[in-house]
T-cell receptor, first 117, second 112 residues
């Protein structure tokens, strides 16, 4: 099946610094990608929709100036957590949909564990 | 997207069949049902998708009654490695399965 790769898989940063997470679709083009956040023992929460060549759309309650999204190519979307604080520590996951011959499904990256100290 | 309701958790033993039922009373005519599996510290993984009756693949079966207000994911002969969270999602293929909205999921624990 299609592969979506995230990098890094784990990152620790100091409070106040910024962290960039990359999401790549390795064998298909994705004009749209999605970013999720997941806290321990909780479900995935959709943060924003990343649109290639245009601005991202954010879910209610998600600060667009804090979570900067760039989708500069058909295979790469980046999420930058700016001025990170300990409460931003979470598991961040991206997804990219692909319509196949049998199913329409979303492919997920392996996730990025962010720890802000 | 139609709201889904699943049991929060389930316990089983190796070799048993596990059935996880999901309720989706407000499912629309164009909606499909998809199940995802998530292991700790990993992204969700597609398991199976269906519209009505029964769908089977190498991993699981999906049973959908005629009224489509519920669905059951069946995992045959589970092993320890099937311990994971299972999510049921309902949506239109053209739009609903791109922007996925996850419910609580069912945490399955398989014991020896």
């Amino acid at each position: 099946g299609a592969v979506v790769s995230q990098h890094p898989s784990r990152v620790i940063c100091k409070s106040g610094t910024s962290v960039k997470i990359e999401c790549r679709s390795l064998d298909f083009q994705a004009t749209t990608m999605f970013w999720y956040r997941q806290f321990p023992k909780q479900s995935l929460m959709l943060m924003a929709t990343s649109n290639e060549g245009s601005k991202a759309t954010y879910e209610q309650g998600v600060e667009k100036d804090k979570f900067l999204i760039n989708h500069a190519s058909l295979t790469l979307s980046t999420l930058t957590v700016t001025s990170a604080h300990p409460e931003d520590s979470s598991f961040y996951i991206c997804s990219a949909p692909q319509t196949g011959t049998a199913n329409t499904e979303a492919f997920f990256g392996q996730g990025t564990r962010l720890t802000v100290v | 997207l139609a709201k889904t309701t699943q049991p929060i958790s389930m316990d089983s033993y190796e070799g048993q069949e596990v059935n996880i039922t999901c309720s989706h009373n407000n499912i629309a005519t164009n909606d499909y049902i998809t199940w995802y599996q998530q292991f700790p510290s990993q992204g969700p993984r597609f398991i199976i998708q269906g519209y009505k009756t029964k769908v089977t693949n190498e991993v699981a079966s999906l049973f959908i009654p005629a009224d489509r207000k519920s669905s059951t994911l069946s995992l045959p002969r589970v092993s320890l490695s099937d311990t994971a969270v299972y999510y049921c999602l309902v949506g239109d293929l053209n739009t609903g399965f791109q922007k996925l909205v996850f419910g609580t999921g069912t945490r399955l624990l398989v014991s020896p």
